[in-house]
Nanobody
Protein backbone atom coordinates (compact mmCIF):
# COMPACT_ATOMS: atom_id res chain seq x y z
CA UNK A 1 0.00 0.00 0.00
CA UNK A 2 1.21 3.52 -0.81
CA UNK A 3 0.23 6.71 0.98
CA UNK A 4 0.98 10.15 -0.40
CA UNK A 5 0.97 13.42 1.54
CA UNK A 6 1.37 16.75 -0.24
CA UNK A 7 2.64 19.97 1.27
CA UNK A 8 3.90 23.34 0.16
CA UNK A 9 0.77 24.92 -1.24
CA UNK A 10 -0.28 28.44 -0.39
CA UNK A 11 -1.00 31.92 -1.64
CA UNK A 12 1.49 33.63 -3.92
CA UNK A 13 1.54 36.68 -6.16
CA UNK A 14 1.65 36.24 -9.91
CA UNK A 15 5.24 35.79 -11.03
CA UNK A 16 6.19 34.13 -7.79
CA UNK A 17 7.31 30.59 -7.01
CA UNK A 18 6.25 27.66 -4.88
CA UNK A 19 7.65 24.20 -4.36
CA UNK A 20 5.25 21.39 -3.67
CA UNK A 21 6.41 18.24 -1.95
CA UNK A 22 4.84 14.80 -1.89
CA UNK A 23 6.06 12.42 0.79
CA UNK A 24 5.36 8.79 0.04
CA UNK A 25 5.16 5.87 2.38
CA UNK A 26 5.58 2.39 1.05
CA UNK A 27 7.75 1.14 -1.77
CA UNK A 28 7.54 3.84 -4.42
CA UNK A 29 11.09 3.79 -5.73
CA UNK A 30 9.94 1.83 -8.78
CA UNK A 31 6.74 3.82 -9.26
CA UNK A 32 6.20 6.62 -11.71
CA UNK A 33 5.05 9.77 -9.95
CA UNK A 34 2.96 12.65 -11.15
CA UNK A 35 1.16 15.85 -10.30
CA UNK A 36 -2.40 16.65 -11.32
CA UNK A 37 -4.42 19.77 -10.63
CA UNK A 38 -8.06 20.68 -10.60
CA UNK A 39 -9.46 24.18 -10.62
CA UNK A 40 -13.06 24.95 -9.61
CA UNK A 41 -15.46 24.08 -12.40
CA UNK A 42 -12.73 22.52 -14.52
CA UNK A 43 -11.66 18.98 -15.28
CA UNK A 44 -8.66 17.46 -13.62
CA UNK A 45 -5.48 18.14 -15.57
CA UNK A 46 -2.26 16.16 -15.69
CA UNK A 47 0.52 18.62 -15.00
CA UNK A 48 3.74 16.61 -14.92
CA UNK A 49 5.04 13.08 -14.55
CA UNK A 50 8.39 11.48 -13.86
CA UNK A 51 9.46 7.88 -14.27
CA UNK A 52 10.88 5.85 -11.42
CA UNK A 53 14.50 6.54 -12.37
CA UNK A 54 13.94 10.27 -12.74
CA UNK A 55 15.12 10.16 -16.33
CA UNK A 56 11.90 10.60 -18.24
CA UNK A 57 9.42 13.40 -17.70
CA UNK A 58 6.26 14.84 -19.21
CA UNK A 59 4.84 18.33 -18.84
CA UNK A 60 1.54 19.79 -19.91
CA UNK A 61 1.99 22.53 -22.49
CA UNK A 62 0.51 25.03 -20.06
CA UNK A 63 3.41 24.58 -17.60
CA UNK A 64 6.38 23.77 -19.84
CA UNK A 65 9.37 25.93 -19.08
CA UNK A 66 7.89 27.06 -15.75
CA UNK A 67 7.41 23.88 -13.71
CA UNK A 68 9.95 21.17 -12.91
CA UNK A 69 9.20 17.76 -11.44
CA UNK A 70 11.92 15.90 -9.57
CA UNK A 71 12.23 13.09 -7.08
CA UNK A 72 14.52 11.97 -4.31
CA UNK A 73 14.09 8.22 -3.98
CA UNK A 74 16.23 8.12 -0.86
CA UNK A 75 13.66 10.38 0.82
CA UNK A 76 10.65 8.85 -0.95
CA UNK A 77 9.67 12.36 -1.99
CA UNK A 78 8.66 13.96 -5.27
CA UNK A 79 8.71 17.70 -5.83
CA UNK A 80 7.06 20.16 -8.16
CA UNK A 81 8.96 23.43 -8.49
CA UNK A 82 6.62 26.06 -9.87
CA UNK A 83 8.07 29.31 -11.16
CA UNK A 84 6.55 32.30 -12.93
CA UNK A 85 3.18 31.41 -11.52
CA UNK A 86 0.06 32.74 -13.18
CA UNK A 87 -3.47 33.21 -11.81
CA UNK A 88 -4.60 30.37 -14.10
CA UNK A 89 -2.33 28.02 -12.13
CA UNK A 90 -4.70 28.35 -9.19
CA UNK A 91 -6.00 24.88 -8.35
CA UNK A 92 -5.81 22.02 -5.91
CA UNK A 93 -2.68 20.07 -6.75
CA UNK A 94 -2.63 16.31 -6.25
CA UNK A 95 0.29 13.95 -6.14
CA UNK A 96 -0.15 10.54 -7.77
CA UNK A 97 1.76 7.29 -8.00
CA UNK A 98 1.43 4.35 -10.30
CA UNK A 99 3.52 1.40 -11.33
CA UNK A 100 5.56 1.95 -14.51
CA UNK A 101 3.70 4.98 -15.90
CA UNK A 102 1.21 7.52 -14.59
CA UNK A 103 -2.09 7.23 -16.41
CA UNK A 104 -5.28 9.29 -16.22
CA UNK A 105 -6.42 7.16 -13.26
CA UNK A 106 -3.40 6.47 -11.06
CA UNK A 107 -3.42 3.78 -8.41
CA UNK A 108 -2.66 6.14 -5.57
CA UNK A 109 -3.56 9.76 -4.80
CA UNK A 110 -2.67 12.29 -2.16
CA UNK A 111 -5.23 14.46 -0.43
CA UNK A 112 -4.31 17.59 -2.38
CA UNK A 113 -2.82 20.97 -1.55
CA UNK A 114 -4.30 24.32 -2.53
CA UNK A 115 -2.29 26.71 -4.67
CA UNK A 116 -3.70 30.20 -5.14
CA UNK A 117 -2.02 32.73 -7.39
CA UNK A 118 -3.24 36.30 -7.07
CA UNK A 119 -2.93 38.85 -9.85
Amino acid sequence: QVQLVESGGGLVMAGGSLRLSCAASGRTSTYAMGWFRQAPGKERELVATLNWAGTGSYYADSVKGRFTISRDNAKNTVYLQMNSLKPEDTAVYYCAAERFVVTASPEYWGQGTQVTVSS
